[in-house]
């Protein structure tokens, strides 16, 4: 056995080795890894709204002077002193996020104006760094502005060299305006990019009612404002809803037009696609469904977008419903997706919470009134200070003579000065800085205006500083500015995102456009082996079988039919005809298709036809009518509809017809009676039919009792009973009924 390694005395001069609680250490530091993933990189805070990467790209670009007024410089000198200063990650995650705070299929609003290639939206890359340029928008120099007035607070940068404001001033509404998304620890965002001028009159709304519920603020916020367009096709109601608890979701359409090409032949174009997808990738997606026969009413796309999107798709006839058209291409493609709304954001800048609409505007507006709190003690301070100064000059020019000969002739001119007149240091220090040609009168009297200027402005700070409602009028004059200058009438301005009501088409037709329409034979097999045999065969010898499995039953039906199927165990199983195996093989067993217990065996199967009722009935005889429509299962678990209980199952599941019902037992009786003594239910178990001492059902036949009933005997002879002669079988439902009649077949059925 080895020798146990034990950790060093303190002075046997090795490292100290403690141990660990390993949980412990570990729940600790995860806690610390996902407080700093929620913190400082996946979530926006609710004042700026922006993630510490983006703050820290708009602060490195203020201070490389990149305004809107000013030129460019190459992003890889942004991204560098973006890196080296602030952010201590990787230069290609940087330089991603600056790119995408140019594009304005991105931003609704970009705060970086880029030149050079920043990708597009068919999903293509930005050139390097090296190659591209940029500067600031207008947006950003509104997000900046008064951060050298003591706005907000600074804090020292990773490596404690150099500072970097904590928010910024965030005089635009970028949180909503711009959107985000992020996924931090056990929480996520998403925020679509809504109309920033409608922000603003919703805020100003909110500052004269801060009572206002969401509902009111949504007749300035409409909804989102995506910068590709689209149109939004939810409800209003569903839309407050989201905005009022934070969550929800959108769904955005493409907006398309059908344009005439002659002789009565058209196509449709899209113009406008979702936000976030890429327009090459959608048309690949397209462009495989067309390959894959899935958009049978199409015949080709093509993409004609210059600078404009412009999506080209060709219908396979002019007859074709451009509606389905695109209820099938909505349906399968990304011509229409959802964007999820999820406001989790850092309120305060501090607590991770999901705000409502009118929270994240009162958040908002709370910063602001910040701001403007701080920006006016920091504009007092300053103004005390000159007034200090310019009080020192003014007592120095009504005693030039005085100062001139103290300068001259003391060995401390800056002590006697201020022991002469009781100056301050600074003023002291000013009056000996003063240069010779500011003794000319002139500038005494522009000594006056301006401290008689900056007196003034000092009374109505002050007096700004004491009123609150002095506050929030200046505040309403600060966003009615930025509502003015990214207004309806700017091109910026101007809502891209249209709403409208999703249009009611049929369900079924627009299935039936997702497949194409052909005809097939549909085959099963004793053992519940099911196929679909092109075409509509008339011979069923010629098909093949596994050994031991014989033909069940075959019919016709089309490739957009749905094909119902009836179970022993009394279940409904609904299976698109599209979705059957082919023909060549033996085909499938219908577990592999639907989840049918192992105990159950296939009744039959049909073409569904929702004007039918049926008549089930189980071996029991206990039966009832029932719609097709309600026997249609939407999941491959099936629908139960008849209730039976071992050893009874159901047995015969027929289409009802005419008015009575002939019923035959094993025991070889038969009765007759009027179908509408048989309850039509939508599940249940039924009444009974028949009695019987012994034995169960055979077979049935609903009929016309004017018609007579009739039947084949094995060499395919038809007989019809009349009414007259009929008469000793007729009677009531749940009777035993009488020996069937002669000439009736052996085999106890109907043909």
């Known amino acids: ?77 942004i991204v560098g002193d973006v890196m080296g200063k ?78 970097e404001p904590s928010v910024l001033p965030g005089a635009f509404p970028n949180l909503l305006a711009n959107g985000s998304s992020g996924i931090a620890v056990g929480m996520a965002t998403s925020i679509p990019p809504h109309n920033a001028a ?27 404002d995506f910068p590709t367009g689209g149109i939004i096709v939810d409800s209003r109601a569903s839309i407050l809803e989201a905005y009022e608890t934070g969550r929800g979701g959108f769904r955005v359409r493409s907006k398309w037009g059908q344009e005439d090409q002659g002789r009565g032949t058209w196509s449709i174009v899209v113009t406008e696609i979702p936000y976030g997808v890429q327009k090459a990738r959608l048309i690949e997606k397209i462009a495989e ?62 607590v991770p919470n999901v705000l409502s609409l009118k929270g994240v505007l009162k958040e908002w507006l709370d910063h602001r009134r910040e701001v403007l709190i701080r920006r006016s003690k920091y504009r007092l301070n300053e103004i005390e200070k000159r007034l200090e100064i310019l009080a020192g000059y003014l007592i120095a020019y009504l005693n030039i003579d005085e100062v001139i000969r103290i300068i001259r002739e003391e060995d401390e001119p800056k002590q006697v000065m201020m022991a002469r007149w009781s100056l301050t240091d600074n003023q002291a220090e000013a009056i000996l800085n003063m240069r010779l040609r500011a003794l000319r009168k002139l500038e005494e009297i522009e000594i006056r205006k301006e401290f008689d200027g900056l007196t003034a402005e000092k009374k109505q700070i002050e007096a700004l500083l004491a009123s609150d409602a ?24 101007k809502r891209r995102t249209q709403f409208a009501d999703a249009p009611e088409h049929d369900l079924t037709d627009i299935a039936h456009a997702m497949i194409e329409r052909e005809p097939v034979t549909v085959v099963v ?66 577990r592999i298709i639907v989840d049918m217990e192992n105990d159950q065996d296939i009744v039959t199967a049909f073409v569904h036809d929702p004007k039918r009722k049926l008549l089930l009935v189980s071996y029991d005889a206990n039966g009832f009518v029932v719609s097709e429509e309600e026997v249609v299962a939407n999941t491959r678990k099936g629908k139960q509809v008849m209730n039976v209980k071992a050893p009874d199952e159901a047995k015969r599941c027929i289409p009802v017809s005419g008015d009575h ?16 003594e048989i309850p039509e239910m939508a599940r249940g178990k039924g009444v009974r039919l028949q009695k019987y001492k012994d034995g169960g059902v055979l077979d049935l036949k609903t009929f016309t009792l004017q018609t007579g009933l009739s039947w084949q005997d094995s060499a395919d002879r038809t007989f019809t009973k009349s009414r007259e002669e009929l008469a000793e079988w007729i009677g009531a439902r749940a009777a035993a009924g009488r020996m069937v009649p002669k000439g009736f077949p052996r085999t106890g059925k109907f043909g």
């Open 198 to 224: 409608e922000l603003c009159d919703a805020a100003l709304h909110l500052i004269e009612h801060p009572e206002a519920p969401v509902v009111k603020l949504m007749d300035f916020v409409q909804g989102p």
């Open 1 to 77: 056995m080895g020798k146990r390694l034990l950790p060093p005395d303190d002075n046997g001069g090795g490292d100290k080795i403690e141990p660990v609680d390993l949980k412990e250490a570990l729940e600790r530091r995860y806690l610390a890894y996902a407080l700093s993933t929620i913190m400082h990189r996946a979530l926006p805070d609710v004042r700026d709204g922006l993630k510490p990467v983006h703050r820290r790209i708009m602060h490195a670009m203020r201070l490389l002077r990149l305004n809107p007024d000013q030129g460019f410089a190459k992003c890889a000198r």
């Open 289 to 350: 469904l067309l390959m894959a026969r899935k958009l049978p009413l199409l015949e080709d796309i093509r993409d004609e977008s210059a600078e404009d999107i412009r999506i080209v798709l060709v219908p396979k006839s002019r007859t074709v419903d451009p509606g389905i058209l695109m209820e099938s291409l909505f349906k399968l493609t990304e011509l229409e997706s959802r964007f999820p709304l999820n406001m989790n954001v850092l309120s305060r800048g501090k």
């Open 525 to 590: 097999s004793e053992k519940g082996w099911l196929r679909a045999m092109k075409g509509h065969l008339a011979d069923h010898s010629q098909l093949t079988f596994k050994e031991g499995d014989s033909l069940k039953l075959a019919f016709h039906a089309q490739t957009t039919d749905k094909i119902l199927v009836f179970t022993t165990g009394g279940k409904f199983y609904t299976i698109g005809a599209d979705r059957l195996p082919g023909g060549r093989g033996h085909g499938e067993p219908i």
């Open 86 to 163: 602030f952010h201590p990650h990787g230069d290609q995650s940087i330089y991603d996020a600056l790119v995408r705070l140019a594009q304005d299929f991105s931003m609704r609003y970009p705060l970086v104006d880029g030149q050079g290639n920043f990708g597009n939206i068919d999903g293509d890359n930005a050139a390097a760094m090296r190659y591209t340029e940029a500067r600031m928008t207008e947006v950003a120099s509104e997000l900046l502005a008064g951060i050298t007035e003591d706005a907000v607070d600074f804090r020292p940068t990773y490596n404690e060299e150099d500072e």
């Open 470 to 493: 002095k506050q929030w009028s200046t505040i309403k004059w600060e966003v009615a500015k930025v509502r003015d200058t990214f207004g309806p009438q700017t091109e910026l301005g």
């Open 661 to 676: 019902l002939a019923i035959v037992g094993e025991n070889r009786k038969l009765l007759v009676f009027p179908l509408a």
